[in-house]
């Protein structure tokens, strides 16, 4: 079963813009984690917020996380053409190494 | 360097077939994966091994087997019993305990011919 679910599923913007993405799960989490992969290729990590933390950033990365809403968000600033990749969401529960992903945003820049 | 390497990049299969996807990795790390994913979709999870020896379904685990006889090492065999096995399958691992931050290969691409 899938625990994440993003929102849009695909998003298109111009070179520049920020970019945002979302994530809802259903269960509890350990942590939430997002990854980013490029087209035909594996996935790499992108940056990991735990259960007790709202928001955390890495560069150009935004993510926050509401525990009420079981819902994450990611936000890339200043897009580049580079960005352009998909962008997936993974929880992680307790009590187990078990890391399920969700559908995934498709995200293009555009130069 | 480290990381994980999976074989081949591409495979093709005759229906009926069982194949094997090599996935090895010297990151030391004690828990790997296996994921499905089908264009434009997510990664399913199919088995994951949190040791050696050791190694447990996920949600998709149905028509396909895999063995955890070294650390370094978790082969995916895809069998004859697995209906739809034209995927994109991903072989990740991660150390057990630090969140699950996971590292992944650049995937092998199946196709049943």
């Known amino acids: 079963s899938q625990q994440g679910e993003e929102d849009p599923q695909a998003l298109s913007i111009q070179e520049g813009e920020n970019a945002t993405m979302n994530c809802s799960y259903k269960?509890?989490?350990?942590?939430l984690q997002w990854y980013r992969q490029n087209s035909g290729r594996g996935l790499v990590h992108l940056i990991l917020i735990r259960s007790n933390e709202r928001e955390k950033h890495s560069g150009r990365l935004r993510v926050t996380l509401d525990t009420s809403k079981k819902s994450s968000s990611l936000l890339i600033t200043a897009s580049r053409a580079a960005d352009t990749a998909s962008y997936f969401c993974?929880?992680?529960?307790?009590?187990?190494?078990?890391?399920?992903f969700g559908t995934g945003t498709r995200l293009t820049i555009i130069p | 360097d480290g990381g994980i390497t999976q074989s081949p990049k591409y495979l093709f299969r005759k229906e009926g077939q069982n194949v094997t996807l090599s996935c090895e990795q010297n990151?030391?790390?004690?828990?790997m994966y296996w994921y499905r994913q089908d264009p434009g979709q997510g990664l399913r999870l199919i088995y994951y091994?949190?040791?050696?020896?050791?190694?447990q379904k996920g949600d998709i685990a149905e028509g396909y087997s895999v063995s955890r006889e070294k650390k370094e090492s978790f082969p995916l065999t895809v069998t004859s019993a697995q209906k739809n096995p034209t995927a994109f399958y991903l072989c990740a691992s991660s150390v057990p305990g630090t969140g699950t931050k996971a590292f992944f290969g650049q995937g092998t691409r199946l196709t049943v011919v």
């Open positions: 269960t509890s989490i350990n942590n």
């Open positions: 091994s949190q040791i050696v020896n050791d190694f």
């Open positions: 990151l030391n790390h004690d828990a």
């Open positions: 993974a929880t992680a529960n307790f009590g187990n190494e078990k890391l399920t």
